[in-house]
């Protein structure tokens, strides 16, 4: 069994940074697809980051530019970097897992973490 626990969210102004970790245990993480989704109050769960086996990233257009995930395959650990934050940033950020190959859709990933809060302030 797959366990994944997210850290490094908090309250940052506008503009800020921030930067989330996800240690995944239970197996190695390198063989499989890793990915960042958030969910704002009131709204569906979305696809923000994610990061293929061999390295290849995606990001949704919301946050190119500005995010940058990335995974180290030593520590079972996958990054989310995020600067330039605005408020609707707001939200909880899940990390998750995938042995399928389509980086952006939820319904490839099985196992997914308890979520972190990333709270944005003018």
């Known amino acids: 069994q797959v366990q994944l626990v997210e850290s490094g969210g908090g309250l940052v102004q506008a503009g800020g940074s921030l930067r989330l970790s996800c240690a995944a245990s239970g197996r190695s993480s390198s063989g499989y697809v890793l990915g960042w989704f958030r969910q704002a109050a009131g709204k569906e769960r979305e696809f923000a980051a994610g990061i293929s086996r061999s390295g290849r990233t995606y990001y949704a257009d919301s946050v190119k530019g500005r995010f940058t995930i990335s995974r180290d395959n030593a520590k079972n650990t996958v990054y989310l970097q995020m600067n330039n934050l605005k408020l609707e940033d707001t939200a909880a950020y899940y990390c998750?897992?995938?042995?399928?190959?389509?980086?952006?859709?939820?319904?490839?990933?099985?196992?997914w973490g308890q979520g972190t809060q990333v709270t944005v302030s003018s």
């Open positions: 998750a897992l995938s042995a399928g190959i389509v980086l952006s859709s939820a319904r490839e990933y099985a196992y």
